[in-house]
T-cell receptor, first 117, second 109 residues
């Protein structure tokens, strides 16, 4: 149990386009989902926290108009990178909290590698 | 502020034992996690400690001392596939994970 999927796993897009990344908890209801960004050889950087049915809470320095997060249900959250630029190229990872871990453990999706040309 | 410290890189020999330390200062404490992350992949869960002491799980063990703000991950009988980054993360008073920068472990034959 406690499986999180992410789609797509890889995406290459042109500068100026928007990209949507989906994060799904497959066998549990995720009360909270987190979106992280990771640069090469760096640790995870929390971008935002989202609770189902409410607006996401963005970390300082993260542009909410550029990184749109929608948490429409207890099993799905989406991150849309709007008007993507090459500097947005990164590894984006979602995690979900809930299930057997209760309020504590986070279960990670496999990540999405975004390359903006 | 909140701070998690762990060594940037460590090198060990196949078959040996290695200990990766993590010290933390956080606002509240609801447990400490260790994750393994191979290059290009998402982190995978290794261990969770919320009480003082040692938790053993196969070749991996994790230790916690809350009074010292200290944890370590012990890896025994090292295998080449253990080459990865090891991330220490603390769950704070809001159950939010505060991440260390990770320790890159290099295993040599």
């Amino acid at each position: 149990g406690a499986v999180v999927s992410q789609h797509p796993s890889r995406v290459i897009c042109k500068s100026g386009t928007s990209v949507k990344i989906e994060c799904r908890s497959l066998d549990f209801q995720a009360t909270t989902m987190f979106w992280y960004r990771q640069f090469p050889k760096k640790s995870l950087m929390l971008m935002a926290t989202s609770n189902e049915g409410s607006k996401a809470t963005y970390e300082q320095g993260v542009e909410k108009d550029k990184f749109l997060i929608n948490h429409a249900s207890l099993t799905l959250s989406t991150l849309t990178v709007t008007s993507a630029h090459p500097e947005d190229s990164s590894f984006y990872i979602c995690s979900a909290r809930g299930g057997r871990g209760g309020d504590n453990e986070q279960f990670f999706g496999p990540g999405t590698r975004l390359t903006v040309l | 502020g909140q701070n998690i410290d762990q060594p940037t890189e460590m090198t060990a020999t196949e078959g040996a034992i290695v200990q990766i330390n993590c010290t933390y200062q956080t606002s509240g404490f609801n447990g400490l996690f260790w994750y393994q992350q191979h290059a290009g992949e998402a982190p995978t869960f290794l261990s969770y400690n919320v009480l003082d002491g040692l938790e053993e799980k196969g070749r991996f063990s994790s230790f916690l001392s809350r009074s010292k703000g200290y944890s370590y991950l012990l890896l025994k009988e090292l295998q080449m596939k253990d080459s990865a980054s090891y991330l220490c993360a603390v769950s704070d008073s809001n159950y939010q994970l505060i991440w260390g920068a990770g320790t890159k472990l290099i295993i040599k034959p």
